[in-house]
């Protein structure tokens, strides 16, 4: 049994691994400060599900306060930590550029301290597939370079990455980082499109489409990341011996440092989504097509060899099978409430 500290573990994507986690066997201690981006009462929902169990131990404390990490680290020394605590939202940066380097930056900062000083054996950390920006070589692979972040918050996640590195360089902390590919699912994120849209569909609302419906996805299920996130936490990278610093591959390096996508390699229309949810509501949506968003990338698509060979999990859950899933949990819990 191993102690995992997992930030963020009141969020969508930390409620489901502390979950699984905690179903396997592990110690789990959660740090969240449930900051009010979004409705705080869903993320005390989750957070009061986790400590239904005796080996989840919850800390309210913000990753950009030092003295809280540094305490967390030094009562709890954890074997392993899962860095998915961050400022979410790609919009909400360009208003809001200091909250997203103080908890993406200096709070990553007080993770890597952490791990350093206190012997951990690996951290994964959440990256984002947003790093990829400008890149239009589709399907997205960890080994093309990724030099042009189109939004800040894609910034600070590709800041991530290097400082991982550096560290994995320096001072030999196993880091791995985890490309995001638009997930979803039950618990999910109001912010995020299948939440808006169901509400609004509810509701009897406009559906606001943007790129005038031409958007594509690699749309991944919550299960599909939940799994990746296990499995590469029990592969700490070990440095790849090749790597050739005349020929620099992106993905690895000499240092105990790695990136992997984790993305359902099928690129959805954004159409096909909604009307996924129209048969699962049983009602038909009132679009509006707006032009794409500053910062918005038109399509992404996951290329997940990397992982599969390395972990043996290969993201397959499709939309025709998750969208159902989260209306089923949306309805249950909302009480077919908009």
Request: with cysteine.
């Amino acid at each position: 049994m191993s102690t995992i500290l997992v930030t963020g573990s009141a969020g969508f994507i930390g409620y489901h691994v502390a979950s699984r986690l905690l179903a396997r066997g592990d110690q789990v201690v959660g740090v969240d400060n449930l900051n009010p981006y979004y409705d705080v009462k869903l993320k005390r929902a989750r957070r009061d599900r986790l400590e239904t169990s005796a080996r989840y131990r919850h800390v309210d404390a913000d990753l950009a306060d030092r003295s809280a990490i540094d305490a967390v680290f030094a009562h709890t020394r954890p074997d392993k930590v899962i860095n998915l605590a961050a400022q979410a939202g790609v919009r909400y940066a360009a208003e809001n550029p200091h909250i997203y380097v103080s908890s993406n930056v200096t709070g990553f900062l007080h993770i890597l301290e952490g791990c350093r000083h206190h012997g951990v054996q690996h951290l994964v950390f959440a990256s984002t597939s947003s790093v990829y920006g400008a890149n239009a070589s589709m399907p997205f692979s960890e080994h093309q370079p990724a030099e042009h972040p189109m939004t800040l918050y894609a910034a600070t996640k590709k800041a991530n990455e290097s400082m991982a590195h550096s560290y994995a360089n320096l001072f030999g902390v196993p880091c791995t980082g985890l490309r995001f590919f638009t997930v979803y699912g039950p618990w999910g994120r109001p912010d995020m499109a299948l939440f808006l849209f169901t509400k609004a569909i509810l509701a009897g609302e406009a559906v606001k489409i943007f790129n005038y419906g031409k958007h594509r996805r690699s749309f991944t299920y919550i299960d599909d990341i939940v799994e990746g996130i296990l499995r590469v936490l029990d592969q700490p990278p070990c440095g790849n011996a090749s790597w050739d610093a005349m020929q620099p591959d992106p993905a690895t390096s000499r240092a105990p440092w790695r990136l992997y996508n984790i993305g359902c390699n099928e690129s959805v229309k954004i159409t096909r989504y909604v009307e996924v949810l129209e048969e699962c509501l049983g009602r038909k949506a009132i679009v509006e097509l707006l032009p794409l968003q500053p910062g918005d990338v038109p399509d992404s698509q996951a290329n997940c060899e990397d992982l599969e060979l390395a972990t043996g999990h290969r993201p397959l859950i499709g939309v025709e099978t998750g969208v159902p899933r989260f209306v089923e949990w949306y309805l249950d819990y909302y009480g077919g409430r908009a």
